[in-house]
């Protein structure tokens, strides 16, 4: 089978998957806005295959499909790579097998035989063709001018969805994320905690959390103000996000307490990543007027076994170790004053 058939690029290719990446789109499940769009594709224009697609830096990634069983195409052989690279116009092709460029296309060359194609790309407001919304049919077809007219308008729908999509990920963001520091709030802790005990009881992989309480940081905060104290905050969740892996989640709870969700993390690795905690924060912080502040932490860990019912238990076997830390533990940082 060849597979030889020229894949353009278009010139601002960085930029274009950057916007796509900007989307958070691919690899996510069916949503209802675009499955309905490739419904009103397919009736409107009575093809039997219709497609929100996606164009990735390697493969064209359908976000909706209809009368296709796979979920991705090698971008080389992607009739979608030929039309975003005219983002302003629908690219129709009446018969495949008749067009130069697609004639030994595996697609149109072997099964399934495809013969006609029309696509509209999706542009971005400034311009970018993230992908195309197409449709699709094992026989030729002609198309009139109002129907490219029709598929464009169809692709501007697909372009609002997404800028609807984006914007609600942003708002959710910003009500899981804390205003001064930037980390995760508690609503994000509990969150993503719920979901890592949903998988580990699933999957039986263990995972940890890390909660922790800053020592010395109410004389900071004491004398020298709350300015300092919220520098102080921002510096320590700094360093911490330092530390954590991708995947894991960091919060601040309130004040100057914070938690980290392990995934798929035991005890043994909560201890290793506690001992680099208490190292990396006891480090002296400058702070923007000259001074320089010392503080400590405690950590109080519990990692998730078959016996621990509930977030809410876990998580108080975490606050348990934490104050035993507190009031046991004799080599933390002492609660030191200000530096001035």
Known sequence: MSTSVDCPFPENEPLRLQAVRSYEILDTDPELEFDALTRVASHTFSAPIAVVAI????????????????????RKIAFCAHAIVRPREAMVIPDLLSDRRFAENPLVANAPYLRFYAGAPIVDPTGLALGTIAVIDTQPHSFSDAQRDAL?????????????????????????????????????????????????????????????????FKPVNDALGHAA????????????????????????????????????????????????????????????????????????????????????????????ALYEAKRGSRDRPAAPSPTL
């Open 55 to 74: 164009m990735d830096a390697d493969r064209l990634w359908f976000k909706s499909k209809l009368g296709l069983h796979i979920p991705e195409l090698d």
């Open 152 to 216: 464009m308008d169809l692709s501007t729908l697909v372009v609002t969805a997404l800028q609807a999509r984006r914007r609600a990920l942003e708002l959710q963001r910003l009500a899981m994320t804390d205003h001064l520091t930037g980390v995760g709030n508690r609503v994000q802790f509990e969150k993503a905690l719920a979901a890592e005990l949903s998988h580990s009881k699933r999957a039986g992989t263990p995972f940890s959390i890390v909660c922790m309480d800053l020592d010395g």
């Open 229 to 320: 104290g919220d520098e102080v905050l921002c510096e320590v969740s700094r360093r911490l996000s330092t530390l954590v892996r991708q995947g894991d989640v960091l919060a601040r709870l309130g004040g100057d307490e914070f938690a980290i969700v392990m995934r798929c993390a035991d005890q043994a690795s909560a201890a290793a990543l506690s001992e680099r905690i208490v190292n990396t924060v006891r480090q002296p912080v400058a702070l923007s007027t000259g001074q320089t502040v010392r503080i400590g932490v405690s950590v109080g860990l519990a990692t998730h076994i078959d016996g621990v019912p509930s977030a809410a238990a876990l998580l108080a076997r975490a606050d348990r």
